[in-house]
C-alpha cells in the first residue's frame, strides 16, 4: 500500500490534540496529589501518539472502546475538558454523570463507548459494537484498545476467532507500553511480537512505532480501509511508552531512570513539534498560543468540576438497567 500524503493540518492538528492530552493528564495527576481527584487515576502521558494517529485516519461516524486509561481516548473523540475533569471529581456534570469516575467515561454522542476496569472485558464488546454496524449495513469502523496485559486474556483468543469468521469491521488495538501493571512482557511471554497473536487466526497483524503519529496514522489507515471494505479485522500491537506509573498509586521502580529517560527522547509531541518548526507550518508564536489555549482550557475545566454539584443520592438508582423500548411488541 503507498503511503498515506501528510499535510500540515495533519501536524498541528496532532499537535494541538497531544498537548491537550498531555496538559490535561498533568493537571489530573497535580489534582489527585491534592485529594480532589480520589480512587484510581491512570495517565496517557507518553502514549499520545497513538490515539493522535488514530484519530486522523478514521471518520467521526467510527468507534471508539478503551480499558482504564481512557482521559485520552476521551478528549480525542470530542468530549470536552470540562466533563471528563467533572467526572474525575465525581460530579454531575460529569461525562458519566460523576458515577464512573476515571475509568468509565462514555459518551454515547461522541461515539466513545468507554473506559472499562475489567482487563479485556472491552475487547468483545468491541466486536459487538462492529458486529451491529455490520447487521446494520453501515461503512463504520470500530477501535478496540487493549494493554499487553490484556493480551493473556482468554476472552480475546474467543474474540478473534468469531471476529475472523464474521469477517467484522474491527481493529483490536494493543497499546503495548510494555509493562501490564509492574511486570514486563519479557516476563510473560516468550513472543516479544505480540501481533504474532493474529496469525493462528490469518488475521492481518502488524507491528507499529507507537511514538510517532505518522506510523500510527499509515496503519490504521491501512487497517480501517480493510475494514470499511469488508475483509475484517486487523491487530496493530503498537509499541508505546508510559512516562509515569501504571497508575497515580504506582512508583514503578520496576523501570530503571535510563530506560524512562530514552523513551522521553522519543517524545511524540517534540517531535511532532520538530516537524512543524523544520517545515515552517507554524512558528514559536503559533506554539506559544496554542500552549496558552490549552491552559485555559485547562484551568476552566477545573473551575467547572470545582463549581459543579454532586449528583442526587437518587442517582444510585438510576441508569442501573437500560429502559426498556421493545416497538415492536405493541405492533
Keep these: ?117 475489567i482487563v479485556g472485558g472491552q475487547i468483545p464488546l468491541g466486536a459487538g459494537i462492529a458486529m451491529a454496524d455490520q447487521y446494520k449495513g453501515n461503512k463504520n469502523v470500530t477501535i478496540c484498545y487493549f494493554g499487553d496485559g490484556a493480551a493473556r486474556q482468554g476472552a480475546l483468543h474467543e474474540t478473534f476467532n468469531m471476529a475472523m469468521l464474521w469477517k467484522l469491521p474491527v481493529i483490536f488495538v494493543c497499546e503495548n507500553n510494555g509493562y501490564a501493571m509492574g511486570t514486563s512482557v519479557e516476563r510473560t511471554t516468550n513472543v516479544l511480537d505480540l501481533s504474532k497473536i493474529g496469525l493462528s487466526y490469518d488475521m492481518p497483524s502488524a507491528a507499529v512505532d507507537g511514538m510517532q503519529c505518522e506510523t500510527v496514522h499509515e496503519a ?73 489555549k490549552i491552559e485555559k482550557i485547562i484551568s476552566d475545566c477545573v473551575e467547572f468540576a470545582e463549581s459543579s454539584p454532586y449528583p442526587e443520592p437518587s442517582e444510585l438508582f438510576t441508569d442501573v438497567y437500560a429502559e426498556p423500548n421493545y416497538p415492536f411488541i405493541n405492533e
Design 220 to 292: 490504521m489507515t491501512e487497517a480501517v480501509e480493510r475494514a470499511r471494505s469488508g475483509n475484517g479485522p486487523t491487530l496493530l500491537d503498537i509499541n508505546t511508552y508510559r512516562y509515569r506509573g501504571h497508575s497515580m498509586s504506582d512508583p514503578a521502580k520496576y523501570r530503571s531512570k535510563e530506560e524512562v529517560e530514552e523513551y522521553k527522547q522519543k517524545d511524540p509531541i517534540e517531535r511532532v513539534k520538530t516537524v512543524i518548526l523544520k517545515n515552517k507550518y507554524a512558528d514559536e508564536k503559533w506554539l506559544e498560543e496554542i500552549e496558552t
Design 1 to 117: 500500500m503507498a503511503k498515506t500524503k501528510l499535510t500540515k493540518e495533519n501536524y498541528l492538528n496532532w499537535y494541538e490534540q497531544m498537548l491537550l492530552m498531555r496538559r490535561f493528564e498533568e493537571k489530573a495527576a497535580q489534582l489527585y496529589g491534592q485529594q480532589k481527584i480520589k480512587g484510581f487515576c491512570h495517565l496517557y502521558i507518553g502514549q499520545e501518539a497513538v490515539v493522535a494517529g488514530t484519530m486522523s485516519a478514521i471518520g467521526k461516524d467510527d468507534k471508539l472502546i478503551t480499558a482504564y486509561r481512557d482521559h485520552a481516548h476521551a478528549l480525542a473523540c470530542g468530549v470536552t475538558a470540562n466533563e471528563i475533569m467533572a467526572e474525575l471529581y465525581g460530579k454531575a456534570t460529569g461525562c458519566s454523570k460523576g458515577k464512573g469516575g476515571s475509568m468509565h467515561m462514555f459518551s454515547k454522542e461522541h461515539n466513545f463507548y468507554g473506559g472499562h476496569g
